[in-house]
Structure formats: C-alpha cells, structure tokens
C-alpha cells in the first residue's frame, strides 16, 4: 500500500483522504449514469473502499499500541469511524449496483416485448393481407362467372333467333313448294332437315349450358 506505512497518525490521515475521494465517487454514481456508472469505475471503486478498509486494520493494530489509555481511546473511536464510513460507503455503492442490474433486467425485457409486439402485429397484417388477397379472388372469380353467365345467355339468344329465322325460311319454302306442286317425297325430305337442323340447335344449346355450368363448378372449386 503506498501510503500504508507510518505511524497512526499518518495512516490516519491517509485513510482520510482517500476516504473523502471514495465518497465523493460513490455520490457521483448515484447522481448520474452513462460511462460513471460502468463496470470498470465500479470495480475500481471497490476496490478503493477494500484497501482503505485494509488500512483500518492496520490502524486497529496501531492504536492498541499506544501507551497512554486516553490516546489509547481516542485513536480507537477514530479508526472505528473510519471503518464505520467504509462500511457503508461499501452498502450504498452496492444498493446502487443492484438498482441499476434491476434497471438494465426491466429495459431489456421492455425491449424484448416490445420486439414480440411488433412481430405480432406484422403477423397479424400478413394476416389481413392474405384474407385481402382471398377477398380479391372471390370477387375476380364472381367477375368470371358473370361474364360467362352472360356469354351463354347471349349465345341462346342468337340460337334461339338462328331457329326462328330458320322455321319463318322453311315455311315460306313449304308454301312456294305447295304452291308450284312438287312432290310429296321432296316435302318429306325437306321436313327431314327440317328436323336434323332443330335437333342440331337443341343440341347446341344444351351444349353451351353444359359448357357454362361446368366452367362456373370449376371456378368454384
């Protein structure tokens, strides 16, 4: 120790002095934060506040030493304020050192639930996002069906104008044909085709609205 040696009344002095800058530090530490309050500085303070309590040790060595019963006593009531300060100096640097690990514990957990907030809520906006994108297809699909709805409708409508012009066609052939006298056999084929052509329409029809309804199931499914 560098300024261990002496008497006790230098010890003393010593022990006094670096008890006064361990003071001023230990307040400094419970007053502000940042690099004052970083493990080195603390570490070092501790050690400070080891080594002046290692000089009151010495000094309990020294005042037992003395002659005179009332120097005696006085030394002794100093050196146990000494140790006394060095006690508590010790207890309220580590108050202050377990305030603050409670204070670094609850930041960091407010910083990891609010990390676990915010992955939440982008869960939760994918979410959205996908039902938006579900929404969307029902609608385009819905659009599909409307427009195919409407091309079959429009499509039997031509085939049922394709029909009534066709039958208008036929009679007029018939009345020309009755009129100038052909032959029963050219009648017969001719309601023959007469018939083909309604079956192909008939057909026709129901073949678009197979067409139309297979391609709505699909759409559903």
């Given at each position: 120790?560098?300024?261990?040696?002496?008497?006790?009344?230098?010890?003393?002095?010593?022990?006094?002095?670096?008890l006064?800058?361990?003071?001023?530090?230990?307040?400094?530490?419970?007053?502000?934060?940042?690099?004052?309050?970083?493990?080195?500085?603390?570490?070092?303070?501790r050690?400070e506040?080891?080594?002046i309590?290692?000089?009151c040790?010495?000094?309990?060595?020294?005042?037992?030493?003395?002659?005179?019963k009332p120097?005696?006593?006085l030394?002794?009531?100093?050196?146990?304020q000494?140790?006394?300060?060095?006690?508590?100096?010790?207890?309220?640097?580590?108050?202050?050192?377990?305030?603050?690990?409670?204070?670094?514990?609850?930041?960091?957990?407010?910083?990891e639930?609010?990390?676990?907030?915010?992955?939440?809520?982008?869960?939760?906006?994918?979410?959205?996002?996908?039902?938006?994108?579900?929404?969307?297809?029902?609608?385009?699909?819905?659009?599909?069906?409307e427009?195919?709805?409407?091309?079959?409708?429009?499509?039997?409508?031509?085939?049922?104008?394709q029909?009534?012009?066709?039958?208008?066609?036929?009679r007029?052939?018939l009345?020309?044909?009755?009129?100038?006298?052909l032959?029963?056999?050219?009648?017969?084929?001719?309601?023959?085709?007469?018939?083909?052509?309604?079956?192909?329409a008939?057909?026709?029809?129901?073949?678009?609205?197979?067409?139309?309804?297979?391609?709505?199931?699909?759409?559903?499914?």
């Amino acid at each position: 120790m560098a300024d261990g040696g002496g008497t006790i009344s230098e010890v003393y002095q010593a022990s006094r002095r670096r008890l006064l800058r361990a003071r001023g530090d230990v307040e400094r530490v419970e007053r502000a934060g940042g690099d004052v309050t970083s493990s080195e500085f603390v570490s070092s303070l501790r050690r400070e506040l080891a080594e002046i309590g290692s000089m009151c040790g010495q000094m309990d060595r020294l005042w037992r030493s003395v002659a005179a019963k009332p120097q005696r006593d006085l030394w002794k009531r100093k050196v146990e304020q000494v140790a006394e300060e060095v006690d508590s100096l010790k207890d309220s640097l580590e108050k202050y050192v377990l305030r603050h690990q409670k204070r670094m514990s609850e930041a960091k957990e407010r910083a990891e639930l609010l990390e676990r907030a915010n992955g939440d809520s982008a869960h939760v906006m994918r979410i959205f996002d996908e039902e938006a994108q579900a929404m969307q297809s029902v609608r385009n699909s819905s659009n599909m069906i409307e427009e195919a709805y409407a091309t079959g409708v429009a499509i039997l409508s031509k085939y049922a104008e394709q029909r009534d012009r066709l039958k208008r066609a036929q009679r007029k052939a018939l009345d020309i044909l009755n009129t100038v006298g052909l032959s029963n056999t050219v009648l017969k084929l001719i309601e023959k085709r007469h018939r083909t052509d309604k079956r192909i329409a008939y057909g026709g029809m129901v073949a678009t609205v197979i067409i139309v309804f297979m391609f709505y199931w699909w759409l559903r499914h």
